[in-house]
């Protein structure tokens, strides 16, 4: 069993007056700082911490770490805020570190395809500083999240259809332990049999293992051409099914994006997709040569037209695909523009790609019994999809159905051969669907975390059920 005991008041205020002479202005324990790093984008729940640092390299991470420890106080990290599942609460105080100050990119080695970069950089700053390599870093959660929050939470999105996730695309990390050891995990090498892989195990960790923060990245040469298309469908089935042939056809997609009629309403009311109609949309990108990508567009269309998709739109200049993806990451805030004064739970999902259309007909006949407005999108191409289950904050009742909603669609896709998440990460709110996907193997996990972090400092109460 895991447990955490606050220490005292005297010891906390301690600890916060240490921090603050040693760090100065870079020591924070004002009320709106603290509440601006009690939760991340998903429910607003706050759990304020008693002070947020800013620290400037490993060595002064060793050290907050260190006397945290011995003093047994909470430690989460925070790298952009864009987390969804309340990952960022300090559900018992302690001191919040946020990396934003580490944001350089040490390292571009552009003949081996990886660079090195600071916990603290995000997605779109490592791409304009890479720019002019003529490579990119494809990993795209959406939000212009922090390369150390991407890897904490083992963060995918629209393009892992063709380049994978973090997992796949992390060579080896540096990390700072709850006792403020600095270990390096991974090599430059594309491959290694040495050892444990310490690498793979901090990925997806959430902070609950240590401190993530220089990470080292795979990097992929600029397609010689990138095309963009949108079609639409008179029903969802028709639309998922389309993608399932796609997938099993091995049409090598960079993205396949899914927004359900309800989604797609908010989303041409919010970003402004005009000519479009509030039906079942898919949301595609196609990479590689003239050639590569023109066979690819003839195969999906030849795919969708046998399920009743209408005439392509294509976005073929930056500009145009810029704004058609913008409107895709910007649904979650479409769909909270939709329903004004709400909050929402993002469930998240993946399952075998011959079990989506399934899924998802039973994620749509699950929120129809909450009686609630939610709504449907996805990078379905590797059966990833997310259900927006709003509700309003001050009713218990409707809360409550929003709840029930989200941790059955979880179950569902579990008894599917899939996963409760395939890329928000555990938090507080999926720790009883964890149990149920995973059964003894959550005690394996408990044990790892007892040996890494004995006192249970790392962001304690997340990620791994206490019992």
Not at 30 to 49: K, T
Not at 74 to 103: F, N, Q, W
Not at 333 to 348: H, I, L
Not at 399 to 424: L, S
Request: charge should be negative; include cysteine; proline fraction near 4%.
């Amino acid at each position: 069993m895991l447990t955490f005991d606050r220490p005292t008041e005297a010891t906390v205020s301690s600890a916060v007056a240490t921090l603050c002479k040693t760090y100065g202005e870079r020591a924070v324990t004002s009320h709106s700082v603290r509440e601006h790093h009690s939760h991340g984008e998903g429910m607003q729940d706050a759990g304020l911490p008693d002070v947020v640092v800013f620290p400037e390299s490993n060595e002064e991470i060793a050290s907050i770490l260190k006397l945290c420890n011995q003093v047994r106080i909470p430690v989460i990290a925070y790298g952009t805020g864009t987390s969804l599942e309340g990952h960022l609460k300090a559900l018992y105080g302690g001191v919040c570190l946020d990396l934003s100050r580490m944001s350089r990119v040490l390292e571009i080695n552009a003949e081996d395809l990886d660079c090195r970069v600071q916990a603290g950089v995000t997605r779109e700053q490592l791409n304009a500083d890479i720019r002019h390599t003529g490579l990119f870093f494809p990993i795209d959660p959406g939000a212009n999240a922090s390369i150390g929050g991407m890897s904490a939470t083992r963060a995918s999105g629209t393009n892992a259809v063709r380049y994978g996730t973090m997992r796949e695309n992390i060579l080896g990390l540096t990390v700072i332990t709850p006792d403020g050891r600095i270990i390096k995990t991974g090599t430059r090498a594309k491959k290694s049999s040495a050892g444990y892989d310490l690498t793979r195990l901090y990925i997806g960790s959430e902070g609950t293992l240590g401190i993530i923060t220089e990470i080292q990245l795979k990097l992929y040469g600029v397609p010689e051409r990138i095309s963009a298309a949108v079609t639409q469908f008179d029903d969802l089935p028709s639309a998922v099914n389309s993608v399932i042939t796609a997938m099993q056809l091995g049409i090598p997609m960079a993205r396949i994006e899914l927004l359900d009629e309800v989604q797609m309403d908010a989303s041409i009311m919010y970003s402004k997709l005009d000519g479009f109609a509030v039906k079942p949309t898919l949301f595609m990108e196609f990479h590689g040569t003239d050639a590569y990508v023109s066979e690819q567009v003839e195969l999906m269309k030849s795919i969708t037209a046998e399920h009743g998709a209408s005439d392509y739109r294509f976005a073929d200049k930056p500009e145009d695909r810029s704004k058609l993806w913008k409107a895709r990451h910007d649904a979650y805030w479409a769909g909270m523009n939709y329903v004004p004064g709400k909050q929402a739970f993002s469930t998240d999902t993946c399952v075998p790609i011959s079990r989506l259309a399934d899924c998802v007909k039973a994620a749509k006949d699950e929120v129809a019994k909450s009686g609630l407005v939610c709504m449907i999108v996805g990078h379905v191409g590797d059966g990833n999809f997310h259900v927006l289950i709003t509700f309003d904050p001050n009713s218990a009742d409707e809360r409550q159905r929003a709840e029930v909603a989200a941790d059955r669609i979880a179950h569902i896709a579990i008894g599917m051969g899939g996963t409760c998440t395939g890329e928000h990460g555990i938090g507080i709110h999926k720790l009883d669907a964890l149990k149920a996907e995973h059964g003894e193997a959550v005690d394996v996990m408990r044990t790892l975390k007892k040996a890494l972090d004995p006192n249970n400092i790392m962001n304690p109460g997340k990620t791994i059920p206490m019992q």
